[in-house]
């Protein structure tokens, strides 16, 4: 699938919005109240997550989380064990549906995915899917799985700096697609803190700055404080560098289990705050609503 602009800003094959550097769509909504929100979440239909819906969604409530996101790793016909099948993806889609109706006066459930990117991979059903946010992640690079303790070893055979610079390239391709809401935990490769040589700042910058034209939004994920390296995605030094850039976040506890819903929250708060930032966003039906937190 090829993107193609229309009037220069819009997509035609997504309706996803493009915006010239550093500047951003106004929000849809905002809400001035405070909102406690987490919109990285996963199901057992990933095969590699436990706890029902239910049991994730009690959690949040008791938590006070407001907004409450499920972003199951969407279907792709590449490493189909870990992900929800074609098959079951209308399933999932219509139980995270039945759980924002049933939820509502209580709680706001948000329906999502989390897409891999991998070219030659993409999927129009996933990638026109009527849900309210794409999160895009990358997970591999040419078919390596680098988060996978599994693969680890492959490290050891590569260069990092050039690992680093290759996860960029493909995170500011990603970006560039205009096809995502959401940049998943956008410095995942350093979870086994395979550190690189040179600058981060320097790797991350061109994927920073497509990220600021796409308009897409940041996710400040927890997950990185249960890895190895022990730190949020991104770190504070490419938060900063966002925020330079005018680029707004979002919250995600990327839960795979019910203890992990909205872990490290307040962690999240504190880094998004020190960086500058006030707000963050969500998504209803890819629109995008700005929330005080
Ligand atoms: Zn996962
Ligand atoms: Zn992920």
Redesign the pocket.
Known sequence: MRKRWVHGLICEATGAKYYPIGIHPLPNLRYTTPMKIDL?NHTTRCNHATGTLDAYIERAIELGIDVYGFSE?APMDFDETYRVSFADRGAYEAEVRAARKHYRDRIDIRLGY?VDWLPGHMDDRVLQADVDYL?G?V?FLEKWGF?NPEFIGEWEARDIDTVWGDYFTAVEAMAESGWFDIV??FD?IKLFKHLPATDIRTLARPALSAIARSGMVLEI?T?GLRKLVAEIYPSRTLLEEAFSLNIPVTFGS?AHAITQVGAGYDHAIALAQSVGYTEVVTFRKRKMQMVKF
């Open positions: 990285h790793h989390e999160i992640s997970h988060d998943g935990h995942l994920n997950a990327d």
